[in-house]
């Protein structure tokens, strides 16, 4: 490793030159911190995430309620929790925004997020742009069959409460459930076709809101090339993230990007699509 290469984005002023002036193929990689100033709760957060408001599900363990086989024996926690956080209660957070702000200057290759709560749909990013790696709410299947199943069916059924859903229970012969990826599942097929093409052509990585503690998902940063640079948005260090190549700003995820777009001369264009799309 040469030090100009050990040198190259040592501060944030020099990855902003590289972004002006290289760069051609983003890949913005997600997690649940970039949902929270929506309103929707981390996993992992000691007190305030998700995991840790549960007591009320009674699960055997917090991770229960992801997981299929416990699904299949008692789904009503499932569903419970999906009436609270079904797409549609919750408005796009500025990261949200920050990365269809990429899509739109022609930059984002693609957005691998681990959230399930589709706001990367509700920002108006282009969904061909967006790998949901741990699925979402966007469509639903019968959990033996595969059966395609309409989303919306099942938003009205889930919503109307248990007797909704045991009524569409009944109504197909067996439990449905919005394509959400449970423990005990395999991650989509498009995940694994498209990291196979788009991480070889990433020229700058951006992480923002995770734990990278989760794989495969967390293994992803490990797949471009030791010459691409790596931008680490997060409220903690996470993942391997060294000096040579990596950036990294230690806050929150929309004073993160807030703060880049403005050292990109991006502000008016953010904030004009935040404005635009709140409600009235």
Same mark, same amino acid.
């Given at each position: 490793m040469t030090d100009e290469k050990m040198n190259?984005?040592? $501060?944030?002023?020099?990855?902003?030159k590289y972004i002006s002036s290289d760069v051609k193929n983003i890949i913005v990689m997600t997690g649940a911190g970039i949902s929270v100033s929506a309103g929707i709760p981390d996993?992992?957060?000691p007190g305030t995430g998700l995991y840790s408001q549960l007591e009320k599900y009674?699960?055997?363990?917090?991770?229960?309620?992801?997981?299929i086989d416990y699904f299949k024996k008692n789904p009503k926690p499932f569903y419970t929790l999906a009436k609270e956080i079904y797409p549609g209660n919750f408005c796009p957070t500025p990261t949200h925004y920050f990365i269809r702000l990429l899509e739109e200057k022609g930059l984002l290759l693609r957005n691998y997020t681990q959230n399930i709560d589709s706001l990367e $749909?509700?920002?108006g990013i282009n969904k061909e742009l967006i790998v949901a790696a741990h699925g979402n709410f966007d469509t639903a299947s019968t959990i033996k069959g595969k059966h395609k199943i309409n989303p919306e069916e099942v938003k009205t059924s889930i919503m109307e409460g248990e007797e909704g859903w045991k009524r569409m229970r009944q109504k197909y012969g067996e439990l449905i459930k919005p394509d959400i990826v449970f423990f005990g599942e395999p991650l989509p097929y498009r995940f694994y076709e498209l990291m196979?093409?788009?991480?070889?052509?990433c020229d700058l990585l951006i992480v923002i809101g995770t734990s990278l503690q989760v794989q495969p998902f967390a293994s992803l940063i490990n797949?471009?090339?030791?010459?691409?640079?790596?931008l680490l948005i997060n409220r903690e260090k996470v993942g391997n993230f060294y000096k040579y190549r990596d950036i990294t700003l230690i806050?929150?995820?929309d004073t993160g990007v807030r703060e880049l777009a403005c050292s990109l001369g991006w502000s008016v264009e953010l904030l004009s699509l935040i404005h635009i799309s709140e409600p009235t």
């Open positions: 190259k984005f040592e $501060n944030i002023e020099e990855l902003v996993f992992r957060t009674d699960l055997p363990y917090p991770e229960a309620i992801f997981s $749909n509700e920002a196979k093409e788009d991480f070889v052509k797949l471009v090339s030791e010459d691409t640079p790596r806050k929150d995820c």
